[in-house]
């Protein structure tokens, strides 16, 4: 999650965010409403942009969420969990 924020944030690609991408950062995510906020959490994850998560893409968001939070292990169930149920063509959608 940091890695695909701080990519987002440095919209130069120098590996740095200076004072500006900062700025533009802060502002947008203090003032965006809501649904956008989750639009845009969505998209962090949607990596074939194809306006739905994968299997493969929910894995890296439930693993990033459950690393935040140091409970590996409860990540990994859920994870194995999404694969015993996982429907092919049964997606989560951000439309």
């Given at each position: 999650f940091n890695r695909k924020m701080f990519a987002l944030f440095d919209?130069?690609?120098s590996n740095e965010i200076d004072f500006l991408e900062f700025s533009c950062a802060i502002w947008n995510l203090c003032t965006w409403p809501e649904d956008k906020l989750a639009e845009l959490m969505?998209?962090?994850y949607d990596d074939?942009?194809?306006g739905f998560l994968e299997l493969e893409?929910?894995?890296a968001l439930i693993?990033?969420?459950f690393a935040l939070r140091k409970t590996k292990e409860e990540g990994e169930i859920l994870t194995e969990s999404l694969h015993i149920i996982a429907t092919?063509?049964?997606y989560v959608s951000s439309r």
């Amino acid at each position: 999650f940091n890695r695909k924020m701080f990519a987002l944030f440095d919209t130069d690609d120098s590996n740095e965010i200076d004072f500006l991408e900062f700025s533009c950062a802060i502002w947008n995510l203090c003032t965006w409403p809501e649904d956008k906020l989750a639009e845009l959490m969505f998209n962090l994850y949607d990596d074939d942009f194809s306006g739905f998560l994968e299997l493969e893409e929910c894995d890296a968001l439930i693993a990033d969420s459950f690393a935040l939070r140091k409970t590996k292990e409860e990540g990994e169930i859920l994870t194995e969990s999404l694969h015993i149920i996982a429907t092919p063509g049964i997606y989560v959608s951000s439309r």
